[in-house]
């Protein structure tokens, strides 16, 4: 497998999320959305939008599990083979791309993550960070590549909550 360390296609600005169904049809047919709760709340009926005008079938919105752990990891693989997916997208914040990232490569499918606030690089970094069910801390996982393609819509990260939004922009 070649090294990709940086995604094939990075998407940005207001409204970009309008390109997700012309990105997702390219790599599959059966997308399997996961993510946090409050990330798939916000952004279900946007993707849903943008699949559907595509014409690509999303099989389910999966909450991750609350950590980038290898219970969730496993458990996530397991959905996105009974669910036939294609494609991954990862929706929220820095956990939840994590486990959608590792996900893809324990499925060997290609991810597209979608960051819901700003205080997160996990959307573009070959790289996971993962941790024990328990929440503490276990190891950096480097992946072998970068998701397939990362699209960071301006519109959504604005309405991330407050605080959120300033760590991402630095401010205290």
């Known amino acids: ?90 929706v929220g914040g820095g956990k939840a791309l994590d486990t959608g990232k590792a996900v893809g490569l324990e499925t060997s499918r290609p991810v597209i993550t979608l960051p819901t606030i700003a205080a997160t690089c996990a959307a573009v970094t070959p790289l996971t960070i993962r941790y024990h069910d328990d929440s503490h801390f276990r190891d950096l996982y480097h992946l072998p590549v970068a998701p397939a393609a990362v699209i960071i819509d301006s519109d959504i990260l604005a309405k991330a909550p407050l605080p959120w939004l300033a760590a991402g922009l630095a401010i205290r």
């Open 1 to 90: 497998m070649q090294q990709v360390y940086f995604p094939a296609r990075v998407v940005r600005g207001a409204g970009a999320i309008n390109q997700l169904g012309t990105i997702a049809s390219a790599l599959g047919k059966r997308v399997l959305v996961l993510g946090g709760k409050h990330a798939l709340e916000a952004a279900s009926a946007l993707i849903d939008a943008q699949l559907a005008a595509a014409g690509v079938s999303k099989c389910a919105d999966i909450w991750y599990g609350g950590e980038c752990s290898e219970t969730q990891i496993l458990r996530l693989a397991q959905d996105v083979r009974a669910h036939a997916a294609d494609v991954i997208i990862a």
